[in-house]
Structures are given as C-alpha cells and as structure tokens.
C-alpha cells in the first residue's frame, strides 16, 4: 500500500512493514526522515524510553487517590437544530463531541488500566463520564497517536463491535487495528482531510509528540490533533502536544476555531515532560495562539501518568486565569460527564 500525501510532489521513499506484513511507503516530509516520523519543532529530537520513565519514579512521585466520585449527569438527547453542536467530557482526552447527523468520540478510553497488561500499569482513579452502554450511535472515532492512554484497544473494539464507526488515524496506524479486527480505518497524514457525513470536515493537524508502545517502535508512525468543521461550527482537538508553534500555523491556515481541546496535564517533571506535554500555562497561551473563542482543559485526573499533585493542574490554570483575567470565562475545565452546548451560529473568538 503506497500513501500519496496530498500536495507533496516528492517521490516516497522509506518503508515500513506492519506485522502482518503489509508493507507501507511514506512521503519524506518535514516530519518524516525516511525511517522514523520527527517533530519540525524541535532541534532535538526526543525519544521518551524506560530511563527516562525510571528517572521520573526515581524522583518520587507525590500519592494520588485510590477513588474519585463523578458528580456529573451527563445529558446526551440534545436538540441540535440545524447547526448546533454539544461537546461532552468523558475523561483524560475522551470527548463526545455531538453534530447533526455526526457524533464523535475523541481518543476513547473506558478500560480501568493503560498500559500493554491489564494488571500492572496506570490505573484509572474515576470511572469515564459516561456508561459504555450509555452511549449513543458513535459514526467517527478520531485517534491522535498510539501511546496506550490514547489508542485503547480493548475500547476501540468494543465500540467496532457495538457501532461499526470509521476510524481515522494518523500514519502507520491502521496496521495495528487491522490487527485487532477494525477494517474501516483511514489513515492521515499532517494537513490531509476527509469530509465525513452531514458536511463534517476533519482535518489531521499537526503536533508535537512522540508515539510507541513497546521498545522497537519509537516513532514509527504519526501523532497528531485535529480540527473539525461543520457549517460556521468548529472544533479543534489537540491529543497530546508540548507547546510550540504548531497553534498559531494551524490558525493561519483553517482559522480560529470555536472550541479548543487542549492538554494540561502529565507535565512534571519539565526535564522530561515540556517537549510533550504543556503544563496549564503553556496551554493557555496555545489558547491565546489559536485565539480559540472557548477552550476546555483535558489530560489530567483521570491516570497518573506523571509526577504532579492530584489537583495541581487545575490550581495551577487558576493562578494562570488570575493572571490573565481576559480568558478567565473563556478557559474552563469540565467535571467528567459534563456537557457543553454551543447552540449559536458562531461563539466570538479571542483576542
């Protein structure tokens, strides 16, 4: 199967063959080399792996809690209308993001660990926002990258079974859910689109991150966020991202978008974690570069993935707001089960 990326005239070059042998050629990109995706932002490229994993518990890391109640109800029978649009958070990066005649799940999770085993490995401390089985009809499923807090198989093939979405991935991704039995996946490279129905455009944007899941595969395929437009609707999501400026060249070029999904969490200790992981400050300031109209926090409470306190991403968006007054109203966090409706034609976007 040979990729041909949209607008890029340059021959492919560099293979990768998946472990059911099918072999891929990707376009050599600014974020792919021949052998491994890259991140253009970075001078250094950075390859998380176990030391630095055990450099991060050698520092200690501060004890969350077992358990956390959910104190949400979530409401899923909205009334659309025409072009209204509701955003429900699930937990960590999961949302149910509702369109009419679409709905979306974003990097869904509901199994209780994430990791390669299902008895070691982070745990969850809170149950998803919303029952598995309460969910409605699911038609797209967007993946940002592989890491296993992102890329669920158990979930994904829970959802395949039960609504038969389409997936969309980044490259050299859909070998792994051919491999679990999901067939209807398509796969993105930065800036490539698809139109899915009821007029939703996706887009594949950029991010800098990092993918793997075992020790041979460090960046063998794309990470990457997305932004959804349907009518004067749009959304952006980021996955996992350090802060760069990948938001301002993504609001250059599809514009300001309503509603941004932003990473705040699994960011100490900032030797390890700054080039893929924003910290609350920083994730402000992606909002201002999106000169997003509304953004919501994501990426924290849910598993400890680092070395931050239970509660201090949300106290330290607190002092970042206190700082910066103008975005008080417009950077919010949501209890898991929470929804949000955006029934106008367009929220105002930031300055």
Not at 52 to 77: C, Q, Y
Not at 228 to 252: A, H, N, P, V
Not at 333 to 350: N, Y
Request: glycine share 8%.
């Amino acid at each position: 199967m040979t990729l041909m990326v949209a607008g890029c005239e340059q021959e492919a070059e560099g293979q990768q063959t998946g472990n059911d042998g099918e072999e891929t050629v990707f376009q050599l990109s600014d974020h792919f080399d021949g052998e491994r995706f890259i991140n253009p932002t970075l001078e250094d490229q950075v390859r998380p792996g176990l030391r630095d994993v055990f450099g991060m518990i050698s520092e200690g890391r501060p004890s969350w809690p077992d358990k956390v109640a959910n104190t949400a109800t979530p409401r899923l029978d909205h009334d659309l209308g025409v072009n209204g649009m509701a955003v429900t958070f699930v937990n960590h990066a999961t949302f149910l993001i509702q369109l009419p005649g679409l709905t979306i799940l974003t990097d869904p999770v509901w199994s209780d660990r994430v990791s390669p085993v299902s008895w070691f490995g982070p745990k969850r401390v809170r149950a998803p926002g919303i029952d598995f089985d309460a969910l409605p009809e699911v038609d797209v499923v967007l993946i940002s990258h592989n890491h296993y807090d992102h890329l669920d198989l158990p979930t994904l093939r829970k959802l395949n079974a039960r609504f038969s979405p389409q997936f969309y991935v980044p490259l050299g991704n859909r070998t792994l859910l051919h491999e679990a039995g999901i067939m209807a996946v398509t796969e993105l490279d930065w800036w490539q689109d698809v139109v899915a129905a009821s007029g939703v455009r996706i887009v594949l944007t950029p991010a800098q991150h990092s993918s793997g899941r075992g020790l041979r595969d460090r960046d063998r395929s794309l990470w990457g966020s997305y932004y959804i437009t349907r009518g004067s609707r749009s959304l952006f999501f980021g996955g996992d991202s350090g802060y760069s400026s990948q938001f301002t060249e993504i609001r250059e070029t599809l514009g300001a978008p309503e509603v941004a999904l932003l990473g705040m969490g699994a960011y100490e200790p900032r030797w390890f974690m700054k080039p893929l992981h924003m910290n609350p400050v920083e994730a402000l300031m992606a909002h201002r570069d999106l000169r997003a109209g509304y953004s919501i926090g994501m990426h924290f409470g849910t598993f400890q993935l680092a070395s931050e306190e239970f509660q201090e991403p949300v106290e330290d968006l607190a002092r970042a707001l206190a700082e910066d007054p103008a975005h008080a109203e417009r950077f919010v966090i949501m209890r898991e089960g929470d929804v949000r409706l955006f029934p106008r034609e367009r929220a105002d976007v930031g300055e």
